[in-house]
């Protein structure tokens, strides 16, 4: 198209295009075939393509979307190689879950492996900056779990779909306090556990009577924070 023959009071060519208006109708086809094939490849990848995706399953479907998404748009391109991309996608997929299977080697090259984020309610640092997961993130995890005391946090494991499982202390336990500095009010109403400092960089715990002097013997950081008992 011509500069030219851009008109924004053009009203039909901005709803309709260059296409002709027997398109639309050509659309509801298309939409209801790539819906199909969508549905079918899905069920046949199996039901965890309705949960959480691992990396794999979420290259099939970021590669569905991007073969569909063409044909949808433009009348010149055929809806046939749609269910092509498809097989071999969904082919590609069960070849992957299959070999998985038969080899943890080959499930934990291709998946990746799991890790160990909070280890009795001290993060794990090194862990955490190599799977890229700040504080922050993991502190609004917890948060979200009902956990306002890191103490209290037993295990913390990223699996290999980057969600979290989080296990607790039956028992109640002091910890770094996870409320953020912006809500003071809250953070005063938490129970502080007597004589006991928690590293606000890994939430290492110290008994004192007084804030330590000394760099955490965990991190190395020198910034400690009264612990608090949930």
Known sequence: MKPEDIQVTDWLRILLGEV???????????????YLVLMVSMRIM???????????????????AAANGVALMDP???????????FVVVGIQRLISWRSTQDASFEETVMDDMDILVIDGTLQLDIM???????????AQFRHEDIFNLGKVQRTYMEANGSFTIMKFAEDRP???????????????????PDTFAC???????????PPQHDCTNCGANDWKEAVIS
């Not at 199996?46 to 399953?57: I, N, V």
């Not at 391109?77 to 498809?86: F, H, K, Q, S, V």
């Not at 997961?133 to 993991?138: A, G, S």
């Open 129 to 139: 900056e190599r799977t890229r997961i700040t504080r922050d993130r993991l502190f």
């Open 175 to 193: 910890g770094l306090p996870l409320i953020p500095d912006i809500d003071p009010d809250f953070l005063k109403e938490q129970k502080v556990a």
């Open 20 to 34: 002709p208006g027997i398109f639309l109708l050509e659309i509801v086809i298309r939409v209801a075939f790539i």
């Open 76 to 86: 010149s391109r055929g809806i046939l190689p749609i269910a092509i991309i498809a």
């Open 200 to 210: 606000k960089g890994c939430g290492l715990l110290v008994k004192s009577q007084r």
């Open 46 to 64: 199996g039901k965890r393509m309705a949960s959480m995706l691992s990396r794999t399953e979420m290259a099939a479907l970021v590669s569905l």
